[in-house]
């Protein structure tokens, strides 16, 4: 199935919404909003594969950049901002809505995806998340969980995990998604750190169809 994609910015909300749009050929009906990690922003190679993939099955992504990727070019987010991220996201998914898109599921890599489980949590908005490599603790300090929202998921949730990744072991990630009431599903990326086989010119091609076959059973139990 073809797919197309375009610049997509509206300034009208606020935070603002800005990034990329990938518009399948025929849409299923279903659209995620994409977003990134800490140290990245929205054109990540592994963002644009996935975003393509998903697109070319019928799914409507919104591959965009976090407010705090909006304000600076590099550099983490800093203390205070989670709350704008957030709702930069939920910004994201009203766009999506007004696109005619009538299940909207929230994704992103590491603290973009924290942040989406989050707003999931909090305000019930989104009809499933998409996690890539979720940040349980930071590297080599298992005792800091961020998981105490996860009680508070009810919506189907679907994780991809590295298995060398530092941010969580393969038991470690399990056990925090049994605290999760909602439906989930682990796809363990063997031999894959946190970047999920993405870093510089290398590209992990086998995660990309993996994920895109389970989205179906994202986009079935949502």
Known sequence: MAASSEQFASTTLDPPVRGFLHRPEASSGTGLVLTHGAG????SPMLVALAEALARSGVTVLRCNLPFRQARSFGP??????????????????????????????????YGGRQASMLAAEGKIGD???LLSYPLHPPGRAQQQRTEHFPEISVP????HGCKDPFASDDEIEKAVSLIPGKTRIIHAKGSGHDLGFSGKKRNDQIIPEIVEAMEWLTENS
């Open 40 to 43: 990245g922003n929205c054109n």
């Open 77 to 110: 987010p800093r203390p205070g901002e989670a709350a704008k991220d957030r709702q930069g996201l939920a910004n994201a998914a009203a766009e999506l809505k007004q696109l005619g898109i009538t299940k909207v599921l929230l994704g992103g890599q590491s």
């Open 128 to 130: 499933g998340l998409l």
């Open 157 to 160: 949730t679907l994780f991809v």
